[in-house]
């Protein structure tokens, strides 16, 4: 049984993507040419790969279990051909994080991983697709929100954090030792969606505007941090996600009274497989470090 490169490569791809289409696109092929091919592909393997629908194209569980193999067949590859040009290669640890996570988690983590013999691929995504994304192993490591348990992948608590409400230091609110709704309504606020929790709070905030007044939400927290920074907004987020600008006294965190906020539960989610992997063991063991200085 022989199979292409190249049709390894598209599964992966159209794994990825969810659809024949936008693999198509990407390739610049037409949408019968990839499903030919995947179709050539199942019948090589005997399996279903994909499950068709009207959306798009779901990976199976067969896909699924074997999508690590292809990817490790061409990672494998790619690995000889730098060996033949002379390059010493390192190994690679892919992460995936929150968008609203990543300035307070990729940079803390890779200066701790500074010296280590290996290479960190960051990116962003919402929890489900990345937990998809560790599912069809386009990502080594993914942090999310708490999630239910998923069948193939290791989950592990991090930490939780509040979800604040923060203003600049010269807000007029910032040196109140408490403050009511009613007194963070009459302000510009610019709440971090982050759920139901959030849908509330609006819904409690609005009766108290003295006026027809917006409230934004924004997304991620880079956006709603910045309003509050520098353009005299309060907003709500997770206390995480400002956790520098907490500390250096930039920004202030009110004291609500009466009100619960909520929070958020930070968890860490990786595929193990069944050979060691000690490039990714170590990134592991560092953001274990990296959570316990946030506590």
């Known amino acids: 049984m022989s199979i292409a490169l190249e049709d390894l490569e598209l599964l992966l791809e159209a794994a990825s993507l969810g659809s024949f ?40 569980a067969a896909c699924l279990s074997y999508l690590p193999a292809a990817r490790a067949a061409l990672e494998m590859l790619a690995h000889g051909r730098e060996c033949l040009q002379g390059m010493e290669a390192l190994p690679t640890v892919r992460l995936a994080c929150l968008a609203s996570l990543a300035g307070v988690l990729f940079g803390p983590l890779l200066q701790g991983l500074a010296d280590a013999p290996l290479e960190i691929h960051c990116d962003t995504d919402h929890s489900p697709q990345i937990m998809q994304r560790l599912l069809t192993g386009e990502r080594d490591i993914g942090f999310v929100l708490e999630r239910p348990a998923v069948a193939g992948l290791r989950m592990e608590w991090l930490c939780d954090s509040p979800i604040a409400a923060v203003c600049a230091a010269g807000h007029p609110l910032a040196d109140k030792a408490q403050v009511t709704l009613g007194e963070v309504a009459r302000h510009p606020l610019a709440p971090q ?71 958020w539960r930070l968890m860490m989610a990786w595929r193990e497989g069944k050979r060691r992997e000690p490039a990714k063991q170590r990134v592991l063991d560092a953001a274990r470090k990296l959570a316990q200085s946030w506590s």
């Open 21 to 60: 289409s936008q693999a198509a696109a990407r390739r610049g092929w037409s949408q019968p040419q990839v499903s030919q091919r995947i179709g050539a592909l199942e019948r090589l393997l005997g399996v279903t790969l994909f499950q068709r629908h009207r959306r798009g194209a779901e990976p199976t």
């Open 193 to 263: 969606y982050w759920g139901a929790e959030c849908d509330e709070l609006l819904r409690l905030l609005r009766p108290l505007r003295a006026e027809a007044r917006p409230i934004h939400r924004v997304q991620p927290a880079a956006a709603a941090r910045d309003l509050a920074l520098h353009h005299g907004f309060v907003s709500f987020m997770p206390e995480l996600a400002v956790r520098d600008e907490l500390e250096l006294g930039m920004l202030k965190r009110l004291s609500l009274a009466g009100i619960e906020l909520g929070g």
